[in-house]
Antibody
Framework: QITLKESGPTLVKPTQTLTLTCTVS??????????VGWIRQPPGKALEWLAL???????RYSPSLESRLAISKDTSKNQVVLTMTNMDPVDTATFYC???????????????WGQGTMVTVSS | DIQMTQSPSTLSASVGDRVTITCRTR??????LAWYQQKPGKAPKLLIS???VLESGVPSRFSGSGSGTEFTLTISSLQPDDSATYYC?????????FGQGTKVEIK
């Protein structure tokens, strides 16, 4: 059974860097065709796609946030890490990580999601 | 960056009604579109992938159609448990993008 769980601070100050960890189980981050993505959702608002990392360490970022984001993985720890710099109160959101597969040369949709972790940006 | 236009933003319907939600994009995404259901305080749940492929365990009253630039999620007979917000996701381009969501309420 595939599971993902997000962890990190619940409160960060403006201008600080946010670091979130997604701990996965039921699959290996080094298995060919596997990927993990990050998505956020401000309170009462829509989902926003942030970043992806693939089994081969290829990465993709939202064009509007690329300068502030970095995604990485530690296969030995079964963890995917997302950092977001220069946090602002408008970045207050629930952050989700999600699993997806690559079949052939195409990504599939996010099929299993973590429960999400709420991050508030406030001084 | 592909923008997804989802409509309506909210809809209210009665149990048993047929409900339709639409997502449009200016650029073709072929059939690389998914639909998610999200209930308050919960993570989104994948309902349909590749525009029309129903995920295992999802009730057959849900269906998806479309290709290219216009896609539809249909609930053939609305049930009380279907009260939720629904999102489309395009995963065709280098970067993915979600629609703005449709909140479905039961009258």
């Amino acid at each position: 059974q595939i599971t993902l769980k997000e962890s990190g601070p619940t409160l960060v100050k403006p201008t600080q860097t946010l670091t979130l960890t997604c701990t996965v189980s039921g699959f290996s981050l080094s298995t060919s065709g596997v990927g993990v993505g990050w998505i956020r959702q401000p309170p009462g608002k829509a989902l926003e796609w942030l970043a992806l990392i693939y089994w081969d360490d290829d990465k993709r970022y939202s064009p509007s946030l690329e300068s502030r984001l970095a995604i990485s993985k530690d296969t030995s720890k079964n963890q995917v890490v997302l950092t977001m710099t220069n946090m602002d109160p408008v970045d207050t959101a629930t952050f989700y990580c999600a699993h997806f597969l690559v079949t052939g040369d195409r990504d599939e949709a996010f099929d299993v999601w973590g429960q999400g972790t709420m991050v508030t940006v406030s001084s | 960056d592909i923008q997804m236009t989802q409509s309506p933003s909210t809809l209210s319907a009665s149990v048993g009604d047929r409900v339709t939600i639409t997502c449009r994009t200016r650029l073709s995404i072929s059939g690389w579109l998914a639909w998610y259901q999200q209930k308050p305080g919960k993570a989104p749940k994948l309902l349909i992938s590749k525009a029309s492929v129903l995920e295992s365990g999802v009730p057959s009253r849900f269906s998806g159609s479309g290709s290219g630039t216009e896609f539809t999620l249909t609930i053939s007979s609305l049930q009380p448990d279907d009260s939720a917000t629904y999102y489309c996701l395009q995963y065709n381009s280098y970067s993915n993008s979600f629609g703005q969501g449709t909140k479905v309420e039961i009258k």
